[in-house]
Every structure is written in C-alpha cells, then in structure tokens.
C-alpha cells in the first residue's frame, strides 16, 4: 500500500510538472523586449528597442504602447516598475540614460545620464520602493555601478576604491536586467561573462564554471532563493542549442557549484525563482522549469524568450522577448 501511494505521488507531480505551459498573450509586433516589471497579477510593465516601453493593467489582457519621446531610437534594456504608475527605465549605449516616470509612462525625466567613452549600462535592481542600483561594463577596467536611495530620482556613482576589478575581456550582458540580484536587505550580487565568468559578492569575485572564453559566453543571469541558495544560467548566445556549462546552483553561497543532473535546453538569458525548490529559465530556443532547485531541468516551450519574471506581490509569471512576444506562465 505504500508503495502504491508513493507512485501515486510520483505521478500527480509528474503530471503537473508537465501540465505548466506558455500561454502567448502578444506577438507579431516589430519590437524586442529585454526589460520586463510585474507589479502584481495585473500591473505589467514592459521595456525594448524603439523607445518602446508597453504597460498592461488587466493581467496582460490589453497594452498601452508607449514611445519614449526623444529616445525613439534607444534600446531600453531593464524596467523597473512600483505600481500603475510609477517606472524607472534604462538604456544601453553610450551615452547612458535612465529615465522615470510619475504619470503611467505619458511623460519621462532622464534621471540619468553620462557620456563617458565606453558607457554601457547592462541592468538594475531595487530593493525596495527607494533603495536601487544599477551596474554596467568595466571603464578603465572598474565595472561600472551606481545607486539610488530615493526611488530612481537621483543616482550616485560609487567610486572607483569601492567598484570590483574586470578581468581582460570581461563584462555583463544586458540580455534580460538579470544579472544582478539583491542578496538579502542591503547587499546585490551580480555576475558576469566574456573571456572570464565570475560571481561576484560582497568583496568576493568567485569563479564559476560555466562555459566561458569568448565574447558570446558566459553568465547571463543570477536569481536568488536564499543567500546560500542561488542559480546562475548563461552559456553562449551565438549557439542557441549548445547544452555545456549552460547552468549551476550554489547552495553554499559560492563556496562550491553544482552542475544540473538535466541542463536546460540551451543557452539561456534569464533564470527566475519562483516557489519553494521551483525555478524558471528562458532563452533563444525555449523555455524550461525546474522542481528540484536547478538539478534537473525539464522543457515546457520551444517558443524564444528573453526575459521571465515572477509578480512581486503574489505569484503570477510573465515572460517577453523578440517580435513583440509577451507571455504567462499557466500552472
């Protein structure tokens, strides 16, 4: 009898492993979306190229589009998003903007901006409604960082004593505004690729073994259950299928890195925790879930997606990529 209800077990979470899927809510649209905000269930915002910044407030039903005026030609990497009204968005290149807006996205104040020769910022992160940061490529071999204390209306560069050492070659991708994380209540870890992958946290710079050497590999992303949990997905963007090094899950905050058992399914831009031992991973060539924190990856969708992003009230998951593509994650 109890191994009758052990497989019963075994199958009732088989089946709803498999029973998740993509449901696609936008596409056909000549835009690319890397920034991607979920308020809650049904404030969504997202950001791309174009100057183009979408808003939904019907859970992804219906969307605002929204040309930033005087920056129609500016890829907006990262969004973050407070509620139906509030939004900070970042821009990539030199010269580097970040701007925000009070009124749902009618009108924005660059909040930000530097012209320095090789600028590129790549992603931000808040803590809170005030507390943020935001990080970009090495310049004189410092990788750049800045904060907030105020909700995104001022920023402040930290100086160059404080920033972590680039190794030759070495830089973020700005591929899904997920490659730095808050680690608990003041202090964001961040990670890296190129010629050399690393984590870095606190003032540590770890090395992590995924594949790495050239300008297309490396890590891409870092998503945070815990500050000993955490996993890192990347691999090399110029070989959507390549499986090797694609993943690794820490659970010892750096100190040791395990490969999956079952790598997700390709190279991946963006790893979301979701729930309890459940992670989500996105890429050029699918999408793919994990139940067992990262050590086994199982595909749910072949459909390309470059941003996954779990609601910050309540649990609701939403992902965004190429052609206009916006999504939900159905359970």
Not at 84 to 111: C, F, H, Q
Not at 115 to 123: N, T
Not at 217 to 222: L, P, Q, R
């Amino acid at each position: 009898m109890k191994k009758i209800f052990y497989c019963f077990l075994f199958l009732l979470f088989a089946n709803y492993s498999i029973a998740q899927k993509i449901q696609i809510l936008t596409d056909s649209i000549h835009l690319s979306f890397r920034g991607l905000s979920v308020v809650d269930k049904k404030v969504i915002w997202v950001s791309g190229n174009k100057g183009t910044v979408g808003k939904s407030e019907d859970g992804g039903k219906s969307w605002k589009w929204m040309m930033v005026k005087g920056f129609e030609k500016t890829d907006f990497r990262d969004i973050e998003a407070f509620d139906k009204t509030t939004a900070v968005i970042m821009s990539v290149g030199e010269p580097a903007y970040i701007l925000r807006t009070t009124d749902g996205g009618n009108s924005w104040k660059i909040v930000f901006e530097d012209h320095s020769k090789g600028m590129f910022l790549d992603a931000m992160e808040f803590w809170n409604e005030q507390s943020g940061i935001v990080i970009g490529d090495p310049i004189d071999d410092l990788f750049f960082i800045a904060r907030t204390f105020d909700g995104g209306k001022t920023w402040q560069n930290i100086p160059g004593k404080y920033r972590p050492v680039a190794d030759s070659a070495e830089a973020c991708f700005a591929s899904s505004g997920t490659n730095i994380r808050k680690l608990n209540k003041g202090e964001a870890v961040f990670v890296s690729g190129g010629q050399a992958a690393h984590l870095f946290i606190r003032d540590k710079k770890i090395k992590i073994p995924l594949i790495q050497g050239k300008q297309t590999t490396g890590a891409n992303s870092i998503a945070v259950k815990n500050d000993k949990t955490m996993v890192i997905v990347g691999g090399d963007f110029s070989n959507k299928d390549d499986t090797e090094k694609n993943c690794v899950i820490t659970f010892d905050g750096g100190k040791t890195f395990s490969a999956p058992q079952v790598s997700p399914s390709g190279y991946r831009s963006c790893v979301e925790y979701l729930y309890k031992n459940t992670w989500l991973t996105c890429g050029l060539n699918g999408v793919d879930i994990s139940t067992d924190n990262g050590m086994t990856w199982k595909n749910i969708s072949k459909e390309s997606f470059h941003v996954c992003r779990k609601s910050k009230k309540g649990k609701v998951v939403f992902l965004a990529g190429n052609d206009g593509k916006i999504a939900k994650l159905i359970p």
